[in-house]
């Protein structure tokens, strides 16, 4: 079982910065990869970012470029740095673990998931 909370979200103006984390529980991080999704009221779930166990990194089209996604095992925890925002980057922002042999296998789907934390809101003004 892993347990992941996120936190970092906020309010802030187009073109500024957040940087989400989302922390693990467990002995076992290192074993996992990671992802990060968003949803909008009345939207499907979507894709953002994820990393491998090996630190392979995948991006939405959306974010590519903006956003950078990492991983520090030593704390369990990953990250998603989100640079350049815009209004529609406005969303309940989730973190997503699953267990996996492959070091450099990333997964870009969310029925691909095991765990999920609770969400952190983030809200970009115009």
């Known amino acids: 079982q892993v347990q992941l909370v996120e936190s970092g979200g906020g309010l802030v103006q187009a073109g500024g910065s957040l940087r989400l984390s989302c922390a693990a529980s467990?002995?076992?991080?290192?074993?996992?990869?990671m992802g990060w999704f968003r949803q909008t009221p009345g939207k499907e779930r979507e894709f953002v970012s994820a990393?491998?166990?090996?630190?392979?990194?995948y991006y939405a089209d959306s974010v590519k470029g903006r956003f950078t996604i990492s991983r520090d095992n030593a704390k369990n925890t990953v990250y998603l740095q989100m640079n350049s925002l815009k209004p529609e980057d406005t969303a309940v922002y989730y973190c997503?673990?699953?267990?996996?042999?492959?070091?450099?296998?990333?997964?870009?789907?969310?029925?691909?998931?095991?765990?999920w934390g609770q969400g952190t809101q983030v809200t970009v003004s115009s």
């Open positions: 997503a673990a699953r267990f996996t042999v492959f070091n450099a296998r990333y997964y870009r789907t969310r029925d691909e998931y095991d765990y």
């Open positions: 467990g002995r076992t991080f290192s074993t996992y990869a």
């Open positions: 990393i491998s166990r090996s630190s392979s990194t």
